[in-house]
């Protein structure tokens, strides 16, 4: 209906009890609206959550089996989904996989996490296990972060210099120590 005010949120009618309600002294939010499509790849798989709208930086992403990861060694956890994200205008975007606190403080590290904008294969999650034990992720447990992020590479100059800064060729531990 035209002059409805709707949720910057969930885009719902603010009536229907949203507790992200807009009101005059509230900051302008930006809404983006069908940023990410998610496929269910098999019945086990579990769309990405979030747990905190609004605050949370990416969203939850779901182990769809259950797998154990010996010690000190690796495995790749299946999701069982694929993903489409686009900005707000509509600009494809990647993502970027990240540890959960919960994963870290069991030793479980992330070393892969990069998801280009094309990509709609299945998403996997490298872990490591740091421990001296093995670590069992179950299906259906919160696996990683999903970032989104955009894509911002463009094409490549080759040229004869470059411009000169400060730091130039300062490499490892050109700061300092402390």
Do not use: Q, W
Not at 102 to 116: K, P
Request: hydrophobic share 35%; net charge negative.
């Amino acid at each position: 209906m035209p002059g409805e005010e709707k949720c910057a949120h969930c885009t719902s009618d603010k009536s229907l009890g949203c507790e992200y309600k807009l009101s005059a002294s509230s900051p302008p939010v930006l809404y983006i609206a069908d940023m990410l499509k998610v496929k269910l790849l098999r019945p086990e798989a579990k769309a990405p959550t979030i747990a905190h709208p609004g605050e949370d930086l990416g969203y939850d992403i779901y182990a769809s089996e259950s797998v154990t990861i010996p010690e000190r060694g690796m495995a790749i956890v299946p999701t069982a989904i694929a993903i489409e994200l686009t900005s707000a205008s509509g600009e494809p975007m990647g993502a970027l996989l990240r540890d959960r606190s919960s994963m870290a403080s069991r030793r479980l590290a992330l070393t892969a996490g990069v998801i280009d904008a094309g990509y709609r294969g299945e998403i996997r999650v490298v872990m490591e296990n740091l421990g001296d034990a093995p670590a069992e992720i179950h299906a259906g447990d919160k696996l990683a972060n999903m970032i989104p992020y955009p894509v911002l590479t463009t094409p490549v100059e080759v040229v004869s210099d470059l411009s000169e800064t400060r730091r130039n060729e300062g490499g490892f531990c050109s700061s300092g120590r402390r």
